[in-house]
């Protein structure tokens, strides 16, 4: 192919104008606004190739003249005034200026010996564009066109028509096409061609010029910021800044000239026209991709409101948002009497550009309205006449792709008119085949929604029934990979842990080591406090204690004594304590001396300081079911008032199970030791707690980290290699600032779990990199703490599968199947869904599966399970995207969140951590047992209240060490 392209310069090949041959300075006139759009675009990006704009006739079968035709060419260039402009730039702006007919001829190729020539076309029509690219990018002092005849076979000839987006526009490439076939028919039969009717180019700069100092483009903008304000939402929108460089992937499908004459039958009923017919079906499309109600499209207006623009090819077309509000309710007339509607408005005022709107709305982001969703309507007939041998104008480059931005373009068939529909897009954002799913989506809602009976938007679905059965199956079968465990008895499972770990510490602090034996001891104590004091099964019990081992050791205790902990946090404001627990009802609060006196007056106290830790710890006879609650957690109030989530005991217990039978043996197989050590980083109101304290329940040892030692980076890092963690659970935020000083370098902790918050893609990459164990824990607070879990392995960012029993479904918003990598919205159900919220019944009942809101009504399509929440992931915005199944969906719920997944093997770590030296220290005169030795000595220190050990002084007196610092250590 290339060499094919590098032949030598001959005659008749496109020649440059130079600066010499340039008019006189009094000749150059400025550009029009649609042109500063394009100039100011290219400038802004200089190396994108996406200005240059194309065509493809394609000529035959039958025989062509292609001597004839090049002539015609070099006629149609010498009388449009477009294809003879040069640019430049002159005291800080663009002029340009008409240059005489050079005797333009194109370049002829002749590809019929290649053994493709049809492959060997479209690759010399790639390469074309590329160079044409290249060459137009600066914009001054050249030719900003260029046509290439290409001989494929004896009966086909492609005509290659390139202009830069600065001078030609959609409706002027086809315009010349059609005069370049009116002038070929004249040139054989020997008649003139009809007179072209153009009007000088100044004339249509002078009507611009008169334009933008008009009061009509002034009422324009009124009409626009009225229009879009208040702002529509611009999140999400998958346009914008575009790679350079990248080809474009072209994707159709047709609808047949019934499927035409259906549109055409709800149109006319409608009293409108298919074309609102299809804009609208399109909207709801949209509407069904992103969930949003107010949708906003971008269409291309061709902007020629007077006999000159009519008649002249130039670059005139302008882009605007059509603003259409869609919901499930509406049908195919519906949506077209919407659009219909806002397009009267939209042709009234299509002269104000829209590149303008911005700077006119003078909101941040409003640029975006004109970008990632869009639809070009091109009304005018493709097919070309060439006395007799047939000519198609096909596309090939037609400015930058959006990511959904819809083609439709009309096509006479013998059987009838058909309509082709397409997308192009960008490889690098849009794979092939998700664009191909996207406009087969879309015609699968077009039919469906102007079939006969209206149909509404929110009954039907976008997939075809053979999709949506192949998706359910594959859904279905990925939630069930995690297997089936049985819920932990919570009582059973506190007693086991002076079994398990009778003379081990199993939960440490700054000042306290304590073993499983003695922790146990102080949970009977305290839950014998409890049950004298009146707690009993669904009794809520308030923990207003300090974030160390007696809050772990007052959550156990009220488990035991059969009733549900509040654990609060004293950073909080107390305005929010009050108010979450007045909203509990508790009537006893577990506190010391620092507590605050204002929560619940009028409930009984139990203070830290004058219990008995010597006191006979009986044990309690409560009767307490599974169904009864284990604790009370309150969302963050971001959407509103804070909701106390009640989470039953079969819910933690579930979780519980999972985490012993899938988290704790991998974590110990890759440490090489069956006894790990857990750091603790989380506050008790965020329900992340919970998962750090499940290590409990298998026996190993759970450290606990106050705020002030995590907040300090080098101090935390020291903390974690002298208590010889293993495993790290913590959110993404805090990772990033470890791996910052050094983290990922250390041999310990060599696993970690993250989640609460979305993983950035440098962290990712760098925990993979790592080779350390870890996991990624997703789930609202309303699924307890977890829904889906998955394995940091592999390239692609998941949230991993459901839970055992749990179920999770990616559904729109009108509670259809999302297809495979689109946006939908994660609802979960089953075992370890909470109970509900705290006295809120409405709220509740969708919650637990009701139909209070017919959105919330149970799972169509055979989702096994109640109906969970919205809550889950919002990965753009609420939503999540699905690869197949619920495991690749991205994003950060308000209990745990995302990280996404990568290759990596375990590290050994050294000084004990594998067989060898320093294995010892794990045994119990090792460094370990003297650390607890030293702990136990520091708890039995005397010291006025609130005193912390030196240890944890010099901790929280550390200073914070910048970032640059830490990297240079």
Not at 276 to 297: E, M, N, P, S, W
Not at 877 to 904: L, T, V
Not at 925 to 953: E, F, N, S, T, W
Request: charged share 25%; proline share 8%; hydrophobic share 40%.
């Amino acid at each position: 192919m290339r060499d094919v392209l590098i032949l030598p310069r001959k005659e008749h090949q496109p020649r440059m104008v130079s600066s010499p041959s340039l008019p006189d300075p009094a000749e150059w006139f400025p550009l029009t606004g649609a042109q500063e759009g394009i100039w100011n675009a290219q400038r802004l990006n200089p190396s994108s190739p996406y200005y240059v704009v194309g065509e493809v006739v394609e000529i035959g079968p039958g025989d062509v003249d292609v001597d004839r035709l090049a002539r015609a060419v070099g006629e149609a260039v010498a009388e449009t005034e477009t294809l003879r402009l040069r640019v430049r730039e002159h005291e800080g702006r663009a002029q340009q200026c008409v240059v005489s007919p050079t005797g333009y001829r194109p370049r002829a190729v002749d590809l019929r010996a290649a053994p493709d020539p049809f492959a060997l076309a479209a690759a010399v029509v790639d390469e074309q564009r590329a160079d044409m690219a290249r060459h137009c990018a600066p914009m001054v002092e050249r030719e900003l066109f260029r046509y290439v005849i290409l001989r494929v076979t004896d009966q086909h000839v492609w005509l290659v028509q390139l202009d830069h987006h600065l001078v030609i526009d959609g409706y002027s490439a086809a315009r010349l096409s059609r005069r370049i076939a009116a002038l070929y028919r004249a040139g054989l039969t020997g008649e003139p061609a009809p007179a072209t009717g153009y009007r000088p180019l100044r004339e249509l700069v002078e009507e611009d010029l008169k334009y933008r100092g008009s009061q009509q483009r002034k009422a324009d903008e009124r009409y626009w910021v009225d229009a879009m304000t208040p702002l529509p939402p611009v999140g999400g929108r998958e346009g914008g800044a575009k790679r350079s460089g990248g080809r474009t992937v072209h994707v159709r499908q047709t609808l047949t000239p019934q499927d035409g004459d259906r549109l055409k039958e709800v149109g006319s009923a409608a009293g409108c026209t298919w074309v609102d017919v299809l804009l609208g079906a399109y909207a709801g499309y949209v509407h069904r991709l992103t969930g949003q109600q107010d949708v906003v499209v971008a269409l291309p207006m061709m902007v020629r409101t007077t006999p000159a623009t009519l008649k002249t090819p130039a670059m005139a077309v302008n882009v605007l948002p059509l603003r259409v509000a869609v919901s499930g309710a509406d049908t195919a007339a519906s949506l077209a009497r919407k659009v219909s509607d806002a397009m009267v408005g939209m042709r009234e005022h299509q002269r104000f550009r829209g590149e303008d709107l911005p700077g006119a709305l003078g909101v941040p982001g409003a640029g975006g309205l004109l970008h990632g969703v869009g639809a070009n309507v091109k009304v005018f007939n493709p097919a070309l006449d060439f006395r007799g041998v047939p000519g198609l104008l096909r596309n090939v480059a037609g400015g930058p792709p959006e990511d959904m931005g819809l083609t439709v373009t009309p096509v006479s068939t013998d059987n009838g008119t058909e309509i082709h529909l397409g997308f192009d897009t960008d490889p690098t954002r849009v794979s092939r085949d998700r664009a191909t799913a996207r406009v087969r989506g879309f015609v699968t809602l077009l039919r469906r929604l102007v079939a006969p009976g209206a149909p509404r938007l929110g009954a039907i679905s976008a997939l075809d029934d053979a999709e949506e059965a192949a998706i359910a199956r594959r859904r279905s079968a990925a939630g069930a990979e995690n297997g089936h465990f049985t819920p932990v008895d919570l009582t059973e499972a506190i007693e086991r842990i002076a079994l398990t770990s009778p003379d081990e510490p199993v939960l440490v602090d700054a000042r306290t080591s304590l073993t499983g034996t003695e922790l146990v001891r102080r949970v009977r104590v305290l839950a014998r406090l409890l049950a004298e004091a009146g707690v009993t099964v669904e009794e809520v019990v308030v923990l207003d204690l300090p974030r160390s081992h007696e809050m772990v050791v007052g959550m156990l205790a009220t488990l035991l004594a059969g009733g549900a902990f509040q654990a609060l946090d004293r950073a909080h404001p107390a305005e929010r304590r009050r108010a979450t627990t007045d909203d509990g009802g508790a009537d006893v609060v577990v506190t010391d001396a620092d507590g605050d006196p204002s929560l619940r007056p009028g409930a009984q106290r139990i203070l830290w300081e004058r219990i008995d830790w010597e006191a006979p710890a009986a044990d309690i006879a409560v009767t307490v079911g599974p169904e009864n609650l284990a604790y009370l957690l309150h969302t963050s109030g971001t959407t509103g008032r804070p909701k106390g989530v009640e989470v039953t005991r079969a819910a933690l217990g579930h979780l519980i199970a999972h985490h012993r039978a899938l988290l704790f043996p991998p974590s110990q197989r890759h440490s090489g030791a069956s006894h790990l050590h857990v750091a603790h980083t989380a506050s008790f109101t965020f329900d992340a707690a919970l998962d750090q304290l499940s290590w409990l329940f298998g026996g190993h040892t759970v450290h606990v980290y106050d705020a002030a030692l995590t907040g300090d980076a080098l101090a935390f890092l020291g903390a974690l290699s002298e208590d010889g963690i293993d495993v790290l659970d913590s959110t993404p935020s805090l990772a990033g600032v470890l791996v910052e000083f050094g983290l990922l370098q250390l041999p310990a902790p060599a696993t970690l779990i993250l989640g609460g918050e979305t993983l950035p893609a440098s962290l990712w990459h760098d925990v993979v990199a790592s080779g350390k164990l870890a996991w990624n824990l997703y789930g609202p607070t309303e699924s307890t703490v977890d829904a889906a879990a998955a394995r940091v392995l592999g390239r692609t960012p998941t949230i991993g599968r459901p839970l055992a029993g749990l179920s999770a479904h990616l559904l729109n918003s009108d509670l259809q199947p999302v297809p495979d990598g689109e946006t939908g919205e994660l609802y979960l159900g089953g075992p370890q869904l909470a109970r509900g919220y705290r006295a809120r019944p409405i709220e509740t009942a969708p919650l637990r599966g009701g139909s209070v809101h017919p959105r919330r009504a149970p799972l169509p399509h055979g989702c096994p399970g109640p109906l969970g929440t919205r809550r889950g992931l919002p990965a753009a915005g609420p939503r999540g995207r699905p690869g197949g199944d619920p495991r690749s969906a991205c994003g950060a719920g308000r209990g745990r969140g995302p990280a996404p997944r990568g290759p990596g093997r375990g590290r050994r770590r050294g000084g004990g951590h594998g067989p060898g030296p320093g294995r010892e220290s794990r045994g119990p005169r090792g460094a370990r047992a003297r650390r607890h030795d030293r702990c136990r000595r520091r708890a039995k220190r005397p010291g006025p209240p609130g005193a912390v050990a030196p240890r944890a002084r010099a901790r929280r007196g550390a200073r914070r060490v910048p970032r640059d610092r830490g990297r240079q250590g």
